[in-house]
């Protein structure tokens, strides 16, 4: 059976039953937490009697929920998450999230050329397709990294998968899942930043990254990165795989992400 238990756990005890239609059944029973802590306590009040993976449920995501006592009511609808899923929502944060509308086709090398960008990569030109093409309505969100990390460490977690995961099956997920945009849409984005709309992009020196199509099987997808310092902005193009660890400071630029799924 399953008790609630004065700590934070369901303890389960597997009980006779003497029926020889039901040799050994599960039975629940309820004890009234006196003592319990606030996880306990919060999720006795909204009905909880048993939840089939409470007790295995390791420290950090009984943390986790004592610090989020308002998302227990969706645990007890959906159950509560895998360790997995909580290591994702503690990852990020959601900053802003921004709609853009269609956008039409043009050639890389009139990408990050206005004139408000005092730098651009030449690299875009030899890594990236020579067209960007049209694109469809979207909605970009921008999230905060509460850790340094790399790249692939980033990607990783937002897609669910593990942090051993090649490079080239992070790119081709993320071009799957439509996470990856044209470099015209990212521009579209800090153009927008730069004419005082709120989305969420960094302009204070710290970078700002975009997951954007290489055309290239090997490596589906780079990194374009901007900086803003002073009143110009510098944009650069990184791999995908490289080892760098970036600072928490910077925001990351997802298209058409499911946060839900981050458990934000």
């Given at each position: ?49 048993a939840v089939p993976n409470f007790e295995t449920l390791p420290d950090d995501v009984i943390a986790y929920y ?175 795989g490289d080892v760098i660890r970036w600072s928490a ?16």
């Amino acid at each position: 059976m399953f008790i609630i238990h004065s700590r934070s756990a369901l303890i389960p005890l597997r009980t006779q039953d003497f029926n020889s239609r039901h040799p050994a059944r599960v039975t629940l029973r309820k004890e009234t937490p006196m003592s319990g802590t606030p996880l306990i306590k919060r999720a006795y009040n909204l009905g909880l009697k048993a939840v089939p993976n409470f007790e295995t449920l390791p420290d950090d995501v009984i943390a986790y929920y004592e610090q989020h006592l308002d998302q227990i009511p969706r645990a007890l609808a959906r159950g509560f998450v895998p360790a997995e899923e909580v290591k994702q929502a503690s990852f990020f944060s959601i900053i802003a999230s921004t709609a853009l509308g269609a956008v039409a086709g043009k050639p890389t090398k009139k990408c990050f050329a206005g004139s408000y960008y005092a730098y651009r990569d030449t690299d875009f030109d030899r890594w990236l397709p020579a067209d960007q093409l049209q694109a469809t309505p979207c909605e970009i969100t921008t999230l905060a990294s509460a850790k340094d990390a790399t790249f692939a460490q980033w990607v990783s977690t937002i897609l669910g998968v593990s942090a051993s995961t090649p490079t080239k099956t992070l790119g081709s997920l993320l071009i799957e899942r439509s996470h990856a945009m044209t470099l015209v849409q990212a521009d579209n984005v800090v153009g927008r930043t730069e004419n005082g709309e709120a989305t969420g992009m960094q302009t204070n020196g710290y970078a700002n990254f975009f997951f954007v199509e290489t055309g290239n099987e090997d490596d589906p997808v780079s990194v374009a990165r901007v900086r803003r310092y002073a009143s110009r902005w510098n944009a650069y193009v990184d791999g995908l795989g490289d080892v760098i660890r970036w600072s928490a400071g910077g925001r990351i630029l997802v298209r058409n992400l499911d946060a839900s799924k981050l458990g934000l």
